[in-house]
């Protein structure tokens, strides 16, 4: 068993969702000028995400898996933008994720609470492949309802087994006051209306880890697997809408390797 710190992968979740494998990560260090080809995985896969907060949703579902390069232009399974100066071991880059924090809160027998709009979060962000591991960090607002900030920082390494390569991550995620007052608050309004608690949260921090696993199945067939627990902030934990102080998040996917 080997242990590189060098190729390693990109943010998949959660979700969920972040992970990815060594080559995309390879192309980004290394490639200069960066290719006008594709080069990664595109499949489909099964995305298990339980709501953070009770909600009218569903955990299970059907997922595009797409993690790849095209020139400047990139892919990583909840992140996708494009690379513009470059920056220490990487590149400055425009970025936007796609988030399912939207939901409907369970109604009670004394009225209903207001849906939760998904949020657009756009910003700016860096892959920092270093001689100790692989960095994200990644800042971003919520430009729809809330309004909020959200932020990410994240280790990635690789572990090389020979039939198998497993990618353990570690991160935390910033998510401001008017971020949590939207999505886990209870406005006065709402607690009059519901007979839920009022709440107004502060910004918290939610920090996590991940693994990553992934298998060759034939040709340039591969299966990825994606495991995630993330600890809540005290701030969304004890949100009256929420039954849980940790998520535990999965992917399972079938994808296509372009090289």
């Not at 027998?109 to 939760?116: E, K, P, V």
């Not at 962000?125 to 270093?130: I, R």
């Not at 309004?147 to 039939?163: C, F, Q, R, S, V």
């Not at 608050?185 to 009022?198: H, I, K, N, Y």
Request: with cysteine; proline share 7%.
């Amino acid at each position: 068993m080997t242990i590189r710190l060098r190729h390693l992968p990109p943010l998949a979740l959660a979700a969920f969702i972040c992970c990815a494998h060594g080559q995309q990560i390879e192309a980004a260090a290394t490639d200069d000028p960066l290719p006008m080809r594709l080069v990664g995985d595109v499949g489909i896969g099964i995305d298990n995400a339980p709501p953070v907060a009770r909600g009218q949703t569903h955990a299970l579902s059907a997922v595009p898996y797409a993690n790849f390069d095209y020139g400047r232009v990139f892919a990583r399974i909840d992140t996708f933008g494009v690379r513009t100066l470059p920056a220490g071991y990487g590149y400055l880059e425009l970025v936007g994720k796609f988030n399912e924090d939207g939901y409907t809160p369970t109604r009670t027998a004394l009225g209903g609470l207001d849906h939760r709009k998904t949020s657009v979060p756009l910003g700016l962000g860096t892959l920092q492949v270093t001689p100790v591991g692989a960095f994200f960090v990644n800042a971003f607002r919520d430009v729809d309802r809330s309004k909020g900030n959200l932020a990410d920082l994240i280790y990635a390494a690789e572990i090389d087994t020979g039939p198998l390569a497993i990618y353990p991550q570690a991160g935390v995620e910033y998510q401001s006051s008017a971020y949590t007052r939207y999505f886990y608050g209870v406005s006065g309004d709402e607690s009059r209306r519901s007979g839920v608690a009022a709440y107004q949260p502060r910004a918290a921090s939610n920090p996590f880890l991940a693994l990553f696993v992934e298998a060759h199945v034939s040709g340039n067939w591969y299966v990825n697997a994606n495991l995630r627990r993330t600890w809540l902030g005290s701030a969304v934990a004890d949100s009256p809408l929420v039954p849980r102080h940790t998520v535990d998040t999965g992917l399972v996917a079938v994808s296509y390797r372009f090289k």
